[in-house]
């Protein structure tokens, strides 16, 4: 028998690790033992970094059988990916069969104890009793969909002002691309629960509270290698903040409401679209007015944030293997990857950083350190 171990410490730091840590091995063992999913048996784990001698939060887990469906994928016949997709769709199928009372994560009873309160789920299935909450600096406890969004909101608003945010691995910050800042960061939690109410669906069908895997990529997904189409493993398994839905069709050039479509002349299933989208763009007025002022900065930022974005891509697809994907690199390829970052860097501070104090500040943000 194989075992992983995965710790806890280096999670994100935005939440706290160990909150995160006690979550998911919950998670996994309800989607294992309730949902029938083939996710990793965990053996042991610690999320009080403190109090053990490790000194981080670590869960000793089961190593997934076969191999990550990105490996076979291309190789793969027609047939063998649509069985794939249906053994998936089987899946989806019992997550989404199970309905919560309320909207949180999922604990074990006595790993957290939640300022807002529990609501225990009792199962022969499960060796102990779990509590659906969320405590601390984690989004309080929902019976609405609003509710919960709007706490979570209200979470981000607690981190920001008490946390040291991580530095951004997914783009480059610094005078002449986006700069990052508190005040920045809480008025846009300001405006987003104004606006959150307007964002959900409407289809109760969609917003139920239910387990679901909101990163299932091929490398979360292991298939066995000799019988492709045979799921062995899925892992990363959380309860994620619900999704919202991405509007597929034409996006609106300003924040004005859209005039309404000329239908004469439409074909039938013309003029459904055409209102259809007209709808959409024009549901619930926007509630912000904002000034010449405000809209050139938020347009600077959009632009200092887009460029940093693509010059992370161009430096990703430069370095390849050698990219610290989520902030790792295997031990061998440590030296490499650390020199190739230090030239970057360089060139970056060389051709954008235009004073000391600006190279000080690139030098502030820069996230490989």
């Not at 161009?314 to 295997?330: A, H, N, R, S, Y």
Request: charge should be negative; proline fraction near 6%; hydrophobic fraction near 40%.
């Amino acid at each position: 028998m194989e075992f992983t171990v995965k710790y806890g410490a280096w999670k994100r730091q935005w939440l706290n690790a160990n909150e995160m840590t006690a979550s998911e091995v919950a998670t996994m063992d309800f989607a294992r033992k309730i949902l029938d999913t083939p996710a990793p048996r965990v053996h042991s784990w610690n999320f009080h970094a403190k109090s053990h001698p490790v000194g981080a939060e670590f869960i000793i887990m089961d190593k997934a059988e076969g191999v990550p469906l990105s490996q076979v994928w291309d190789t793969m016949e027609l047939p063998e990916k649509l069985k794939v997709i249906v053994a998936l769709t089987s899946l989806q199928k019992r997550w989404s069969s199970v309905s919560f009372s309320h909207y949180g994560s999922l604990y074990y009873a006595g790993d957290v104890q939640s300022p807002t309160g529990s609501h225990y789920i009792k199962d022969a299935k499960l060796s102990k009793v779990l509590s659906l909450s969320l405590a601390k600096l984690r989004a309080g406890i929902g019976a609405s969909l609003t509710q919960y969004l709007q706490a979570i909101g209200s979470r981000e608003m607690k981190a920001i002002q008490s946390i040291e945010p991580p530095k951004q691995i997914a783009l480059f910050c610094g005078p002449n691309l986006y700069r990052p800042s508190t005040e920045k960061k809480l008025t846009a939690l300001a405006w987003y629960q104004q606006i959150v109410n307007s964002l959900i669906p409407t289809d109760a069908a969609i917003t139920k509270p239910c387990l679901w895997h909101n990163d299932l990529h091929d490398k979360n997904i292991f298939v066995d290698p000799h019988n492709p189409e045979k799921i062995t493993g899925i892992i990363d398994c959380h309860n994620p903040d619900p999704a919202l839905l991405d509007w597929d069709g034409l996006e609106p050039e300003t924040l004005d409401l859209a005039p309404r479509p000329k239908l004469s002349g439409l074909f039938a299933e013309e003029r459904a679209t055409a209102m259809r989208e007209y709808t959409v763009q024009t549901g619930v007025p926007f509630p912000f007015n904002f000034s010449e002022e405000e809209i050139e900065r938020i347009k600077l930022d959009s632009d200092g944030a887009v460029a940093g974005t693509e010059l992370v891509a161009k430096v990703k697809e430069d370095m390849g293997e050698l990219w610290p994907d989520k902030g790792f690199i295997e031990h061998e390829r440590y030296d490499d990857c650390k020199a190739f970052l230090d030239e970057v860097k360089r060139q970056i501070l060389e051709q954008l950083a235009e004073t000391e104090e600006e190279k000080a500040e690139y030098e502030r943000y820069w996230p490989f350190e």
